[in-house]
């Protein structure tokens, strides 16, 4: 079963930058084109902010678009989020998600989520 573990997080002041990890255990988080970084913020459902779904682009919200940057490291089996420019409006609880087939179906797995909060 994989397993996500996510790092990085923290306070920074608006127009910091912060570096977010996401190291898998238990097989690869990149063998299924279904895997990237979402955010919930208080009150509000949990969206996208960048993921690799399908294809082999990277499709990023409109709210984070010039200022994130997502990559990975197949070697170290490892997904980033480099968050340039952060805004208040950025806080959020962020995970990061994968997909791993099941035998029946395939099974997305969470990470247990980093919190990142961004003062004004």
């Known amino acids: 079963q994989v397993q996500l573990v996510e790092s990085g997080g923290g306070l920074v002041q608006a127009g910091g930058s912060l570096k977010l990890s996401c190291t898998g255990s238990?097989?690869?988080?990149?063998?299924?084109?279904?895997f990237g970084w979402y955010r919930e913020a208080p009150g509000k459902q949990r969206e996208l902010v960048a993921a690799?779904?399908?294809?082999?682009?990277?499709t990023y919200s409109d709210s984070v678009k010039g200022r994130f940057t997502f990559s990975r490291d197949n070697s170290k089996n490892t997904m980033y989020l480099q968050m340039n420019s952060l805004k208040p409006e950025d806080t959020a609880v962020y995970y990061c998600?994968?997909?791993?087939?099941?035998?029946?179906?395939?099974?997305?797995?969470w990470g247990q989520g980093t919190h990142v909060t961004v003062s004004s």
């Open positions: 998600k994968a997909v791993e087939d099941g035998g029946v179906g395939y099974i997305e797995r």
């Open positions: 690799v779904i399908g294809g082999g682009r990277v």
């Open positions: 238990g097989g690869s988080i990149f063998r299924i084109n279904n």
